[in-house]
């Protein structure tokens, strides 16, 4: 079985403002490289075969900074966006922790207007990991953007 290490993108004006980035393309602030680079030192004794992103600038950037001390180009693929939180993209976390609090449904099938649910960030995530896989060999080792684990 293929091992993918799921890493974080590094911080943004939006995290730090804590508003909604969801498909937003906000870039690394300067801390958030920095955690990148972090990041490289605590996985460079990992070998890794290859090496995957979103197509949105801080996840590319934060995966391209990690990649390159191993000389790995990132590939970026648009199923690993953030979820889009459609018209609250850009607006504060706490306006859609309200709508989740009072909703009584099934919170994993939940979307904003013009935006997509868990349920289906999930299958358009591990619909493209599974078409990745079948191109490794069962003990290859990838690096990830993490889009789906917070």
């Known amino acids: 079985m293929v091992r993918a290490v799921l890493i974080r993108h590094g911080e943004?004006?939006?995290?730090?403002?804590n508003a909604i980035t969801g498909q937003l393309d906000v870039r690394l602030n300067?801390?958030?490289?920095?955690?990148a680079k972090k990041a490289t030192g605590r996985l460079e004794n990992w070998s890794f075969e290859a090496a995957y992103?979103?197509?949105?600038?801080?996840?590319?950037e934060t995966v391209r900074i990690i990649a390159e001390r191993h000389d790995?180009?990132?590939?970026?693929?648009?199923?690993?966006?953030?979820?889009a939180f459609g018209e609250f993209d850009g607006r504060p976390k706490d306006d859609?922790?309200?709508i989740v609090r009072?909703?009584?449904?099934d919170r994993h099938n939940l979307k904003a207007e013009k935006g997509e649910s868990l349920a289906e960030v999930g299958e358009r995530f591990?619909?493209?990991l599974d078409e990745i896989e079948e191109n490794h060999n069962q003990d290859d080792q990838m690096l990830l953007e993490d889009t789906v684990s917070r």
């Open 12 to 17: 943004t004006e939006h995290n730090k403002d």
């Open 30 to 35: 300067k801390f958030g490289v920095e955690q």
């Open 53 to 60: 992103s979103s197509d949105l600038e801080r996840t590319y």
């Open 72 to 83: 790995l180009h990132p590939e970026a693929f648009e199923e690993f966006r953030e979820i």
């Open 96 to 98: 859609w922790r309200e």
């Open 102 to 105: 009072d909703h009584d449904g």
């Open 126 to 128: 591990v619909g493209k």
